[in-house]
C-alpha cells in the first residue's frame, strides 16, 4: 500500500504571509512529485513538479523535496486570497500517481 | 490546460445499469488515466493506458473496465453500477509515466 499523508488542515493564514504546506510518502521508490491545486467543484491543477533533492522556486512558490526523510512541502509566499484552494501532493512510483487526500488553504484578506 | 474533455459531465443512474464515461484528448500524450475522487479518500487510480489497446490496473480496479482503440480516445466503462461507485470521476494524460499529468473537467455520477 503506497501512502500519501497531507494534514488535512484547515489552514488559515493573513493575505500577504507565506503558506506551507507539507506531504510525506511512504514508499521509498517514489521518483518524482507534484502539487496540484484544486478549487471546490474543479480539477486539479498542477503548479509545481521536483524530481530531486534540493528547492525549486516558480514564482511565489516553491517546492522542497528530500528523499532521505521521504518529504515534500510547498511554500506560497506572499499569499493571496486567490490561493484558496485545496493542495493536493501527489507522488509517482513507476507508472502510477499516489495523491494525499489535500490540505485545505484559507488565505484572509 | 492539455485539452481534454470527458463526456457526460453529469449522469444519474440506476443500480444494475452499464455505464461508459469517456475521455478524449488532442494532445497526443501517450498516458491516459482514470481516477475517482471521493470526501476522505482524495484521488484513487482505477486503470491506466500507456499506449493504444495497452492498458493496466490502479488501485481500484474492482468494478471497472477501460478501452483505448485510440490515442486520443480512453473509455471507463461500470458493467453494473453500484451505489459505491457514486462519485466524481476526472481523466487525466501525460507524455510519460513519470511526468506531469493534466487533468479533464471531470464528470459527477451518481447512482441510485
Known amino acids: 500500500q503506497k501512502e500519501v499523508e497531507q494534514n488535512s488542515g484547515p489552514l488559515s493564514v493573513p493575505e500577504g504571509a507565506i503558506a506551507s504546506l507539507n506531504c510525506t510518502y511512504s514508499?521509498?521508490?517514489?521518483?518524482?512529485f507534484f502539487w496540484y491545486r484544486q478549487y471546490s467543484g474543479k480539477s486539479p491543477e498542477l503548479i509545481m513538479s521536483i524530481y530531486s533533492n534540493g528547492d525549486k522556486e516558480d514564482g511565489r512558490f516553491t517546492a522542497q523535496l528530500n528523499k532521505a526523510s521521504q518529504y515534500v512541502s510547498l511554500l506560497i509566499r506572499d499569499s493571496q486570497p486567490s490561493d484558496s484552494a485545496t493542495y493536493l501532493c501527489?507522488?509517482?512510483?513507476?507508472?502510477?500517481?499516489?495523491f494525499g487526500t489535500g490540505t485545505s488553504l484559507t488565505v484572509i484578506p | 490546460d492539455a485539452g481534454i474533455t470527458q463526456s457526460p459531465r453529469h449522469k444519474v443512474t440506476e443500480t444494475g445499469t452499464p455505464v461508459t464515461l469517456r475521455c478524449h484528448q488532442t494532445e497526443n500524450h501517450r498516458y491516459m488515466y482514470w481516477y475517482r475522487q471521493d470526501p476522505g479518500h482524495g484521488l484513487r487510480l482505477i486503470h491506466y493506458s500507456y499506449g493504444v489497446k495497452d492498458t493496466d490496473k490502479g488501485e481500484v480496479s474492482d468494478g471497472y473496465s477501460v478501452s483505448r482503440s485510440k490515442t486520443e480516445d480512453f473509455l471507463l466503462t461500470l458493467e453494473s453500477a453500484t451505489s459505491s461507485q457514486t462519485s466524481v470521476y476526472f481523466c487525466a494524460t501525460g507524455t510519460s509515466g513519470a511526468y506531469e499529468q493534466y487533468f479533464g473537467p471531470g464528470t459527477r455520477l451518481t447512482v441510485t
Open positions: 501527489a507522488v509517482n512510483t513507476g507508472n502510477q500517481f499516489y
Open positions: 514508499d521509498r521508490g517514489s521518483q518524482s
